[in-house]
């Protein structure tokens, strides 16, 4: 990911555009795609920022989606979409399942290599997604959760 | 055979005893579509117990599981329990906000049983989800953003596109056919890594391997995931460690699909 506010730019589109494709698969009616969208943005923006400062990825995903599940608890309701749906698709974006899918493959792979050595050197990478899935996966829903249990309880009557 | 409630075939019972069996049973059908949208154990929770109130019981508790939900209602000296199966697990927010809108109404005490029945019937039917060409654009630009956010290249888009594009109307017409679950994930994993596997080669691409995953990563199961971890925070270990268990087993017929193709393609994904 290139250090720059063009590349975030450029990554805050492509997470609006994510999140407002995967809402129209969950069949959010299209008024209700702004918002999906404009979390979405928020999402990628605050993890690209993140990684660009430092951050691993599993803390980038973190703040990205304690930012959003910030944002969103403190933004007046709708009835076009609920704050819990606005927050999964504004995450979603950052879901590594392009890492899950390497991860199990290299897993099946480890079992027909030819040598022990060689099914060790197969063993590392394919831990090291499969714990880079499980870290970022919790990091997204810790992330997420914890604001929505600070401030949910002051608002019975929210979505 | 479905059997129906038990106030419908033994209208015997005292009138109190049938109007609270009603209750539940519009409570609990509330609930299933509620879980069959995708919602989390706590809002049909609240759902459930708001629309139970309302139509007249004195409390309600609900027991959420992963195929099933078991409802207890209070009213008059009068306590009873219902469980009722639920269907396929999947996520439609159209129906979620018709449902929870339903409900706040009900909680204000504006609709009798009858017309409460007769309004999630209603809300069930009508809402249907997009167009399978809308869909299926919305998953083509869905998995083509993922591509740009995992940096593949530029000309890869195009496959990318043409493939989720394809691999979304084939994945609603197996769902339309009833074929199991897990099985229409690996063929449409097939497929879709299939066919961006092949757009890419035939253009020339280098990246062919991540074309391949990007291409089905429409079929990633989100929102079961966030709920798996939801309901483990709110205190539903049981349901959330199930969620998460169907996850789990998605991914891998996922991965099973996009291997398939690697192998007929000679690609290792």
Same mark, same amino acid.
């Given at each position: 990911?290139?250090? @720059? ?9 492509? %997470? ?12 959010? @009616? ?66 590594? %399942? %392009? ?15 030819? @040598? ?44 | 055979? &479905? ?6 075939? #033994? ?8 109007? +609270? ?9 509330? /609930? ?25 019981? #004195? ?18 000296? $009068? ?5 009722? #199966? ?5 996520? &439609? $927010? ?26 999630? &019937?209603?809300?069930? &039917? ?6 399978? *060409? ?5 998953? /083509? *630009?869905?998995?083509?953003?993922? /591509? ?17 594009? +394809? ?19 690996? *063929? ?17 691409? $280098? ?43 998605? +991914? ?18």
């Amino acid at each position: 990911m290139n250090a @720059s506010p063009l590349a975030l730019l450029g990554n805050a589109l492509w %997470g609006a555009c994510a999140s407002a494709g995967f809402a129209i698969l969950l069949n959010v @009616s299209f008024r209700g795609l702004p918002r999906c969208a404009a979390g979405g943005a928020l999402a990628l923006a605050v993890r690209t920022f993140a990684l660009q400062v430092g951050f691993t990825l599993e803390a980038a995903s973190f703040a990205a989606a304690f930012v959003v599940a910030a944002v969103v608890q403190f933004v007046p309701g709708s009835d076009l979409v609920s704050r819990d749906m606005i927050q999964v698709l504004s995450c979603i974006p950052m879901i590594p %399942g %392009g890492f899950a899918a390497k991860a199990i493959v290299g897993l099946f792979s480890i079992t027909v290599q030819p @040598s022990a050595a060689a099914a060790n050197k197969a063993l590392v990478p394919a831990l090291v997604n499969s714990l880079r899935v499980i870290f970022t996966i919790g990091a997204l829903g810790t992330g997420v959760a914890i604001p929505a249990l600070l401030f949910r309880s002051h608002r019975p009557d929210s979505l | 055979m &479905n059997p129906g409630f038990p106030h419908e075939r #033994k209208p015997g019972r005292s009138p109190q005893r049938q109007a +609270l069996t009603a209750i539940a049973a519009v409570a609990l059908q509330f /609930g299933k579509l509620l879980m069959e949208s995708g919602a989390s154990a706590r809002q049909v929770e609240e759902i459930v117990a708001d629309v139970s109130t309302g139509l007249g019981a #004195k409390a309600s508790e609900l027991r959420v599981g992963y195929a099933s939900l078991a409802v207890t209602v209070n009213r008059d000296d $009068q306590t009873l329990t219902f469980m009722r #199966k639920i269907g396929p697990p999947g996520v &439609n $927010q159209a129906l979620y906000q018709h449902l929870w809108r339903s409900a706040a109404r009900i909680r204000k005490g504006e609709c009798s049983v009858a017309q409460a029945s007769e309004e999630v &019937n209603r809300v069930a &039917n009508s809402c249907s989800p997009h167009s399978a *060409i809308v869909t299926s654009i919305a998953a /083509g *630009i869905a998995c083509a953003a993922f /591509g740009r956010l995992l940096d593949v290249d530029w000309s890869a888009i195009g496959p990318i596109f043409g493939a989720s594009l +394809l691999s979304q109307l084939v994945r609603r017409q197996l769902a339309h056919w009833r074929i199991n679950a897990f099985l229409a994930v690996t *063929i449409v994993a097939f497929i879709g890594s299939l066919l961006a596997g092949t757009g890419a080669r035939w253009m020339g691409i $280098q990246t062919v391997a991540r074309d391949m995953v990007v291409s089905v990563l429409l079929l990633v199961p989100g929102v079961p995931a966030f709920n798996a971890q939801f309901d483990m925070l709110e205190g539903r270990p049981t349901l959330g460690s199930a969620r998460a268990a169907v996850v789990a087993a998605t +991914l891998i017929f996922m991965t099973a699909g996009v291997w398939l193709a690697g192998g007929v393609l000679g690609v290792r994904p």
